[in-house]
């Protein structure tokens, strides 16, 4: 392995891995346990969003560095609130329930990712359908001839006027490495009730209604674009 043989350090950021559709996932530190650092935390792969806790796991091997890592934290922040604490207690226990939650999340955002793929590819979007998570990373190359034309050069100009004109809210690609030109957005489909959603999640298929009726926001966002970029 080239990490091996160049004893590299590897920083495996895992804080997506239980959303995995499938539920499946394989974690380099298996193949390099020695020089692999693990980071997660509650926010994504809970659905915990505003329970910031974040973790990093470290092999004996670096404990050096653990320990420069604690310095540094203890420099940057005091402690975790209580009820975070509490919360990942029980996370990062495993349990019946809280296995039978992660298939529920599971289930339900296959199910919108698929819808969301399947509608925007209409619109003539680019993307790679996700494996898991709950973002699209769609392009709008497709339209970049009649955007330019109207003055929409960047990325960033794309959002600010979807955001006026249709009230859908995305993030610029340029936020996460790419040109502006490339016109690539970051969209997240998690505007829809999740408990409501869950509560007909399990072993069973989804109702054949169930973006419909329990996802209402983001079918009603996919029309919006469509609509914009037709009458582009």
């Not at 650092?37 to 050096?64: H, Q, T, Y």
């Not at 296995?99 to 599971?106: D, E, K, N, P, S």
């Not at 998690?190 to 069973?204: I, K």
Request: charged share 20%; net charge negative; proline share 4%.
């Amino acid at each position: 392995m080239v990490a091996c043989k160049n004893n590299l350090i590897i920083v495996g950021d895992e804080i997506y891995v239980e959303t995995a559709f499938d539920g499946k996932h394989t974690s380099i530190a298996e193949y390099y346990p020695e020089g692999t650092v693990i980071s997660s935390g509650l926010s994504k792969w809970c659905d915990a969003g505003g329970w910031r806790l974040g973790v990093m796991v470290f092999p004996d091997e670096l404990r050096v560095l653990q320990d420069a890592m604690a310095v540094i934290a203890s420099e940057t922040f005091t402690s975790i609130s209580a009820p975070t604490q509490y919360a990942a207690c029980t996370a990062f226990s495993p349990s019946p329930a809280l296995g039978a939650y992660l298939r529920g999340t599971r289930q339900v955002l296959g199910e919108i990712a698929s819808f969301m793929t399947q509608e925007f590819r209409v619109s003539r979007l680019e993307m790679v359908h996700p494996v898991g998570g709950f973002y699209l990373f769609a392009g709008f190359g497709q339209w970049r001839d009649k955007l330019i034309q109207q003055g929409t050069h960047s990325d960033a100009d794309l959002c600010a006027r979807l955001l006026s004109e249709t009230g859908v809210a995305i993030l610029p690609g340029t936020d996460f490495g790419m040109a502006p030109e490339q016109l690539y957005t970051r969209m997240a489909y998690v505007d829809f009730d999740g408990s409501r959603a869950l509560s007909v999640s399990g072993d069973e298929s989804l109702p054949d209604n169930f973006i419909e009726e329990y996802c209402p926001k983001l079918v009603k966002a996919c029309q919006r674009l469509d609509q914009w970029l037709t009458s582009l």
